[in-house]
């Protein structure tokens, strides 16, 4: 992935305190994670989640773990399509910002969930609280390149999901073309940091426009997907190849 960004700008954790510093900052921005998404990417954001479970194609009432949720978007997307979803994420400070949802620290235990949303659970992507074989879907929205191991999320992820089930991972990427890459690379490292850093929080806004050099290649990824028990990988980009998702089916057993 290209990038004018190195993995030595200070404002990148070292790989020792990088779980702690996500986390961290998550919890400090949660309070307008949501305002700032739809701000920052002019609405679209909301799009692309939804463009994202058109393309899963989920059958009726299925049973989905929203990977690293955030406050919800997509579980909530999820619930009102008449699915199961409970939503995983170490932060506490973004689970709280689920509006209407129970939140159940630490394990997936019976707590009341209310009407019309989702199970939210604390818990590291890269061990989850969660059954083997016991997921039709999996959907994870912008955190593979917060995680501290994408190679143990993508374990834990085909851990989880029954056979056949589908997995998409969506995140920021590059446009290839030269002149949308302008335009783009001006708004993620230039607006962003400006507008995130007056609402929000200056060094979590200089952070996640820097924190796309954690994304390996795609080529890097895709045979990732396969080595961890994946099959039919598939990659589409949105909106000028802003965004990428990748979807991949978990090897029928
Ligand atoms: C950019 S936010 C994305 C939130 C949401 N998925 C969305 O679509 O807006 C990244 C999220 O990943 C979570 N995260 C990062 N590493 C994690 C891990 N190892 N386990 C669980 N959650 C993690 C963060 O706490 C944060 O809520």
């Known amino acids: ?15 020792d305190s990088k779980r702690e510093y996500v986390r961290n900052m998550f919890d400090d921005i949660a309070f307008r994670y949501r305002l ?42 999820l619930a009102q399509q008449g ?8 932060s506490l400070g973004m689970l709280r910002q689920s509006a209407g949802s129970s939140v159940i620290n630490g394990s997936p235990t019976k707590g009341s969930i209310a009407k019309d949303s989702a199970a939210k659970v604390q818990g590291d992507a890269m061990s989850l609280p969660v ?6 879907a999996l959907v994870c929205g912008f955190a593979v390149r917060n995680f501290l191991n994408f190679d143990k999320v993508l374990a834990e992820s085909t851990r989880i999901l029954k056979p056949r ?6 995140e920021v990427s590059t446009p290839t073309n030269p002149a949308i ?18 609402l929000s929080s200056k060094t979590a806004y200089r952070y996640l426009p820097a924190s ?36 991949a089916h978990k090897r029928d057993i």
């Open 131 to 136: 059954a083997t074989n016991s997921c039709d």
């Open 212 to 247: 796309v050099v954690y994304l390996p290649e795609t080529n890097v990824l895709i045979r990732k997907f396969y080595r961890y028990g994946f099959t039919h990988v598939d990659r589409r980009t949105f909106t000028f190849g802003a965004t990428q998702l990748f979807l």
């Open 36 to 77: 700032m998404n739809s701000l920052l990417t002019l609405g679209l954001d909301g799009w692309w989640r939804h463009k994202t479970l058109i393309a899963m194609d989920l059958k009726p009432n299925s049973l989905v773990l929203d990977l690293a949720c955030g406050p919800g978007e997509f579980s909530k997307l």
């Open 83 to 90: 699915h199961r979803a409970v939503g995983i994420d170490f």
């Open 181 to 198: 890459y302008r335009l783009h690379n001006f708004h993620f490292s230039t607006v962003v940091p400006l507008i995130g850093g007056i």
């Open 165 to 170: 089930g589908v997995a998409a991972f969506l």
């Open 1 to 15: 992935m290209n990038s004018t960004r190195s993995r030595s700008d200070s404002i990148l954790p070292s790989d």
